[in-house]
């Protein structure tokens, strides 16, 4: 698994306060797509782990909609952090 340079830009502190933030929903949804993703590169018949996986996309699809309505330039900011691509609808 990749380490993510976004981690190292939150400090602890921050992560035990914001943990309600959309930036840190999205990081730790990211962070759960891409160690399912691995685990499904494994198990290609593990049903159940590809609906978590596209439950988990789902709703961090809707929390990176929402931010980019709010927010324009947090979104965009941390779309380069997490190295994802921006959404088609938007």
Do not use: A, C, P, W
């Not at 981690?7 to 933030?21: D, L, P, W």
């Not at 494994?42 to 961090?60: A, E, M, N, P, V």
């Amino acid at each position: 698994m990749v380490k993510n340079s976004f981690s190292s830009v939150i400090s602890q502190e921050e992560k035990k306060e914001n943990r309600g933030s959309v930036e840190f929903q999205v990081f730790s949804f990211t962070n759960k797509i891409r160690r399912l993703t691995s685990h499904l590169q494994l198990h290609k018949k593990d049903y159940l782990s590809q609906r978590g996986l596209r439950k988990i996309l789902g709703k961090r699809q809707r929390l990176l909609s929402y931010l980019s309505k709010k927010n324009i330039m947090r979104y965009k900011e941390l779309i380069n952090q997490l190295d994802i691509r921006e959404s088609k609808t938007h």
